[in-house]
T-cell receptor, first 113, second 113 residues
Framework: DARVTQTPRHKVTEMGQEVTMRCQPILGHNTVFWYRQTMMQGLELLAYFRNRAPLDDSGMPKDRFSAEMPDATLATLKIQPSEPRDSAVYFC???????????FGQGTRLTVV | SQQGEEDPQALSIQEGENATMNCSYKTSINNLQWYRQNSGRGLVHLILIRSNEREKHSGRLRVTLDTSKKSSSLLITASRAADTASYFCATDAVYGANSKLTFGKGITLSVRP
């Protein structure tokens, strides 16, 4: 059945290391979102793409975060270097555009020690 | 930044009672959506109401939208213990030629058996 797949599901890394999170959107979906969820801030929109083009990444710390869509079946979110404050659950979601729902993956739980 | 704010932050009710959750937002929207999140899982879409709609039903869910007050409510009737989860409103806000989907911090609903 169609679903958004995120890998890895869990990641523990040391401060300063590079972290790459991957997302496979649902086939045929042209919109991809990256969100970060923490207890304090809730769900923050980090970046989103339409037809692989970045439309908005204003929610993302530019100095260490980067988001890309190398092709229509893969979206990546990188943190370099990682910091303890980056510890959170990162969600990818995909959809088919305006006035439609977003389908979420199960998330990547990142812990930076 | 969050566009929607849910109210209350937490709600505890007895099985069989109705649960009402509210959401307020700040800017013009294309639609407003409600999502549910079970602990440790991704978000699941419940219902979408467009800016030109005032009320929508789906099973035990009833959503209203008042664009003049920039507010929405989600009513779950005849609640069940399985409805225990966090509920989020999300606004698909007008953003130039595009739109962006941003979430509130959520409401924790506990339904006591």
């Amino acid at each position: 059945d169609a679903r958004v797949t995120q890998t890895p599901r869990h990641k523990v890394t040391e401060m300063g290391q590079e972290v790459t999170m991957r997302c496979q959107p649902i086939l045929g979906h042209n919109t991809v979102f990256w969100y970060r969820q923490t207890m304090m801030q809730g769900l923050e929109l980090l970046a989103y793409f339409r037809n692989r083009a970045p439309l908005d990444d204003s929610g993302m710390p530019k100095d260490r975060f980067s988001a890309e869509m190398p092709d229509a079946t893969l979206a990546t979110l990188k943190i370099q270097p990682s910091e303890p404050r980056d510890s959170a659950v990162y969600f990818c979601a995909s959809g088919t555009g305006r006035n439609t729902e977003a389908f979420f993956g199960q998330g990547t739980r990142l812990t930076v020690v | 930044s969050q566009q929607g704010e849910e109210d209350p932050q937490a709600l505890s009710i007895q099985e069989g009672e109705n649960a009402t959750m509210n959401c307020s937002y700040k800017t013009s929207i294309n639609n407003l959506q409600w999502y549910r999140q079970n602990s440790g899982r991704g978000l699941v879409h419940l219902i979408l109401i467009r800016s030109n709609e005032r009320e929508k039903h789906s099973g035990r869910l009833r959503v209203t939208l008042d664009t003049s007050k920039k507010s929405s409510s989600l009513l779950i009737t005849a609640s069940r213990a399985a409805d225990t989860a966090s509920y989020f409103c999300a606004t698909d806000a007008v953003y130039g030629a595009n739109s962006k989907l941003t979430f509130g911090k959520g409401i924790t609903l506990s339904v006591r058996p």
